[in-house]
């Protein structure tokens, strides 16, 4: 018995550093970021039960594609070229348009992006965390991605690139309660910054001014503010808007346009920057960085 | 001494990890039993020799990266129940399995205090649930998990 209670005593110095050791780690891990590369370390040594627990969703959509009838396949060809048909003719009109648009700036000696590049990703997993809104992505600083970059599906923005590793990256959706992006409204061209709230559902607008001019149906587009969005993506459409009485400020929900809980395939987006040296210095910092973390790991 | 049949115990951990990880429908999120503290108590009480404080420090990290949460917080959680029950594993490793449920709740529901209160420092607001929902159903589970890797132990002869 004297052995065991020596145990007992003898564990207390190895826990109390354990604890101080472990809450120092999570004081570092929020305020900075040194803990990237152990992250990312441990992030590959899990990255093949990543693979296997998407397994049986994976075979599951390669079963159902397998076993598609004939006439299904046909049809749904069939609606597959009539929307390309439609698109390529829209896509022409664009083409003319963007062209004018460029030419039209150049007069006006006014630079802007012009397009995007985007890198196409696949949805690895969804973090099993009840508090946060985090996927995984299946692609990593191998295939050029960097942290921060942002992420959009066909229908609108859904998040941040906040981790990678070689061959996989975490992204933080627009949902996420400690997710925040400027957006303007595209009817009145109010700029404001749009919340997550852990609903994958709703964004939240707060406080904006009670003669703020918006209604329901107001679609939001990213502002391009911070640098972190490029411009012009679509994010939310305006769903309730309540008026706080008591502080007059009126406050409001949105709908996110990206389908965040059920897209699976994601486009990255890489800003196209500019040749000339106009932009402001912490734009620069962000593309500049890619390589060297990407070296790094 | 040590043998290939001590690879079950990483191997009942990396099991844990797994189970941690397989999607399931949202609202079942915070039933979600937490594996890793379970397939830690089993091993702590069985062999505190082999696997103590630091098999939980490590097992935690790889839950935070898992996660997605604070690098530590699980650490944190699972250290001190880890600490716990190896100052009391004696006494329960000879109880019967439904008096050791209750206290395998009591620990569980320690380890999720403390990851719940960190969550809430770093302002995010849990529900109710998130407190009890995964400890009670962990309590559920514990006999089976308990005679399953006793089972396991017996087989790959370990002491």
């Known amino acids: ?297 | 001494m040590i043998g290939l049949n001590f690879l079950v115990i990483p191997l009942s951990l990396v099991l844990g990890l797994v189970l941690m990880m397989i999607p399931l429908p949202e609202w079942t999120e915070i039933y979600r039993p937490d594996w890793i503290a379970l397939v830690l108590i089993y091993w702590s009480m069985a062999m505190p020799q082999r696997v103590g404080l630091w098999v939980a420090f490590i097992s935690g990290l790889f839950v935070d990266v898992t996660l997605g949460t604070l690098l530590g917080q699980h650490s944190l959680a699972l250290t001190i129940i880890v600490f716990i029950n190896l100052n009391f594993h004696l006494r329960i490793r000879v109880m019967p399995l439904v008096h050791q449920s209750l206290y395998v709740f009591l620990l569980l529901l320690i380890n999720q205090l403390t990851v719940v209160w960190i969550e809430g420092m770093m302002q995010r607001e849990p529900p109710v649930m998130a407190y009890f929902g995964a400890p009670l159903v962990g309590m559920a589970i514990w006999p089976w998990v308990f005679i399953a890797l006793r089972d396991i132990r017996r087989k790959a002869q370990l002491s």
């Open chain 1, 1 to 297: 018995m004297q052995n065991i209670f020596q145990q007992a005593r003898g564990n207390v110095i190895p826990v109390l550093f354990l604890i101080v050791f472990s809450i120092s780690l999570m004081y570092v891990d929020q305020r900075f970021s040194h803990l990237e590369s152990v992250r990312a370390g441990i992030s590959v040594l899990i990255s093949p039960l990543r693979y296997l627990v998407s397994l049986p969703a994976q075979s599951g959509t390669w079963i159902s594609e397998w076993f598609r009838t004939h006439n299904r396949l046909v049809d749904e060809n069939r609606q597959l070229t009539n929307d390309q048909r439609i698109l390529n003719a829209r896509l022409q009109k664009m083409e003319v348009l963007l062209a004018e648009n460029t030419r039209l700036r150049n007069l006006l000696g006014s630079s802007r992006k012009v397009a995007d590049e985007v890198i196409v990703a696949e949805l690895l997993s969804v973090d099993q965390n009840p508090y946060r809104q985090l996927i995984e992505l299946n692609k990593g600083s191998l295939d050029g991605l960097y942290d921060g970059q942002a992420v959009i599906d066909d229908y609108g923005v859904m998040g941040q690139v906040i981790h990678v590793t070689p061959n996989s990256s975490t992204v933080m959706l627009i949902s996420d309660p400690e997710h925040a992006i400027p957006v303007q409204f595209i009817r009145s061209g109010l700029r404001t910054v749009a919340f997550g709230n852990g609903n994958t559902d709703e964004l939240e607008i707060r406080f904006l001014s009670a003669t703020a001019n918006i209604k329901i149906g107001d679609e939001l587009v990213t502002s391009g503010l911070g640098g972190r969005f490029p411009a012009d993506y679509p994010v939310a459409a305006i769903a309730e808007i309540t008026h706080d009485k008591t502080h007059g400020f009126i406050s409001a929900r949105a709908r996110p346009k990206a389908r965040l809980d059920s897209s699976r395939e994601v486009l990255v987006i890489k800003p196209y920057t500019e040749p000339v040296l106009e932009a402001k210095p912490e734009e620069e910092t962000a593309p500049a960085q890619a390589p060297e973390s990407a070296s790094e790991q």
